[in-house]
């Protein structure tokens, strides 16, 4: 019976219809959450005042209380396409704050749309990583024929990091890379 019960509501929730929006529509007095990654939102970014918060770390009823939301202002969720805005705005209603909508094609449609926005060109995680890791195993080659083969501990080093991210699936590199100042 309750198996049934949690269908049921579940099945009412899905068809919920979320607003959607075009993202012309928008305007800068709205209220927006941007819940892309970090690094995807100092690429590129709405300039129009919003929050940023990674979807993750979206708390819905939290989010609310925290900034005194009480539903007379329709909140438009932004992501990168639309689809994790559609899962965060259902996240929404079901924390009792229905008046959701989300940009149809998410930052690519605004972009497209004309919409003002803030851009910066960086070099992404994986390039930054190859560069790191080239610079360091070519060093510790060039310091071993030029200096002393104890240098040799630099690729070996690499080597052994990136067989042990691969065998974790944890990447301790773009950990690293994070928490530099050029990725914050």
């Given at each position: 019976?309750?198996?049934?019960?949690?269908?049921?509501?579940?099945?009412?929730?899905?068809?919920?219809?979320?607003?959607?929006?075009?993202?012309?529509?928008?305007?800068?007095?709205?209220?927006?959450?941007?819940?892309?990654?970090?690094?995807?939102?100092?690429?590129?970014?709405?300039?129009?005042?919003?929050?940023?918060?990674?979807?993750?770390?979206?708390?819905?009823?939290?989010f609310i209380r925290q900034y005194h939301l009480d539903g007379s202002k329709t909140l438009y969720i932004l992501c990168t396409t639309g689809e994790k805005s559609r899962q965060m705005a259902q996240k929404f209603i079901e924390a009792d704050y229905p008046n959701v909508a989300i940009l149809?094609?998410?930052?690519?449609?605004?972009?497209?749309?004309?919409?003002?926005?803030?851009?910066?060109?960086?070099?992404?995680?994986?390039?930054?990583?190859?560069?790191?890791?080239?610079?360091?195993?070519?060093?510790?080659?060039?310091?071993?024929?030029?200096?002393?083969?104890?240098?040799?501990?630099?690729?070996?080093?690499?080597?052994?990091?990136?067989?042990?991210?691969?065998?974790?699936?944890?990447?301790?590199?773009?950990?690293?890379?994070?928490?530099?100042?050029?990725?914050?």
């Open positions: 019976m309750i198996k049934n019960l949690k269908t049921f509501k579940n099945s009412e929730l899905n068809r919920t219809k979320i607003k959607q929006i075009d993202a012309r529509q928008l305007k800068e007095t709205d209220l927006i959450l941007d819940i892309r990654s970090h690094i995807r939102h100092s690429k590129i970014a709405l300039k129009y005042p919003h929050w940023h918060v990674e979807a993750d770390d979206v708390n819905p009823k939290e149809t094609g998410g930052i690519i449609q605004a972009k497209t749309s004309g919409l003002r926005m803030i851009e910066h060109h960086y070099w992404n995680m994986q390039q930054q990583k190859d560069l790191i890791v080239g610079i360091i195993i070519l060093t510790g080659f060039v310091l071993c024929f030029l200096m002393s083969m104890i240098f040799l501990i630099l690729p070996v080093m690499i080597g052994f990091i990136l067989i042990i991210q691969g065998i974790l699936g944890q990447n301790q590199i773009e950990k690293m890379l994070m928490k530099c100042p050029w990725n914050k």
